[in-house]
T-cell receptor, first 112, second 114 residues
Framework: TQLLEQSPQFLSIQEGENLTVYCNSS?????LQWYRQEPGEGPVLLVT?????EVKKLKRLTFQFGDARKDSSLHITAAQTGDTGLYLC????????????FGQGTRLTINP | KAGVTQTPRYLIKTRGQQVTLSCSPI?????VSWYQQTPGQGLQFLFE???????NKGNFPGRFSGRQFSNSRSEMNVSTLELGDSALYLC?????????????FGPGTRLTVT
């Protein structure tokens, strides 16, 4: 069974701190995406990574794809209250159906 | 471009009833996927339609069905509703042209079964 695991499941930190969220699998991804979801809304795509070792930056957010394309991380620098939300990673495995599989998510709370 | 729209946004039904949810994808997108989101199970894939054909299916009972029309709009139907079907139902559209196409989500339909 192919699983996509995110950690931590919950994270509560103070504004200004840094944090990292992880997304891991035992299988190789063809691509991996990160989404953020706010209460009452659908997930919004943040980034797609495709190449092993790839690093993408979106303002204070840094996304990294593992060299072997089995894992990814999201690092937020100097977190702000507006970063609060549910962060989801989603991947399509090379060996598998075309559908996208989502992790359970990391619920992030940034306290003022 | 207009985003993905879902109707209705909120719905309250009783056990045993059936419900139909609607999704209009982004113009030009041929793939529509449906997901169920609950606090305990997270985001779970129901099915995907591409050019009016079901291309992928998740592990849900046959009470959950869907269809896609020639204009790419999609509907999802749940028959014989159970309390456990209470959830946020999300629709997402994509170009669907390659594996792992980026998904663009609608705001969801919040279904409550009493």
């Amino acid at each position: 069974t192919q699983l996509l695991e995110q950690s931590p499941q919950f994270l509560s930190i103070q504004e200004g701190e840094n944090l990292t969220v992880y997304c891991n699998s035992s299988s190789v991804f063809s691509s991996l995406q990160w989404y953020r979801q706010e209460p009452g809304e659908g997930p919004v795509l943040l980034v797609t990574v495709v190449t092993g070792g790839e690093v993408k930056k979106l303002k204070r957010l840094t996304f990294q794809f593992g060299d072997a394309r089995k894992d990814s991380s999201l690092h937020i620098t100097a977190a702000q209250t507006g970063d609060t939300g549910l962060y989801l990673c989603a991947g399509a495995w090379i060996q598998g159906a075309q559908k996208l599989v989502f992790g359970q998510g990391t619920r992030l709370t940034i306290n003022p | 471009k207009a985003g993905v729209t879902q109707t209705p946004r909120y719905l309250i039904k009783t056990r045993g009833q059936q419900v139909t949810l609607s999704c209009s994808p982004i113009s030009g997108h041929r793939s529509v996927s449906w997901y169920q989101q609950t606090p305990g199970q997270g985001l779970q894939f129901l099915f995907e339609y591409f050019s009016e054909t079901q291309r992928n299916k998740g592990n849900f009972p046959g009470r959950f069905s869907g269809r896609q029309f020639s204009n790419s709009r999609s509907e999802m139907n749940v028959s014989t509703l159970e309390l456990g079907d209470s959830a946020l139902y999300l629709c997402a559209s994509s170009s669907g042209q390659f594996k792992g196409s980026e998904q663009y989500f609608g705001p969801g339909t919040r279904l409550t079964v009493t």
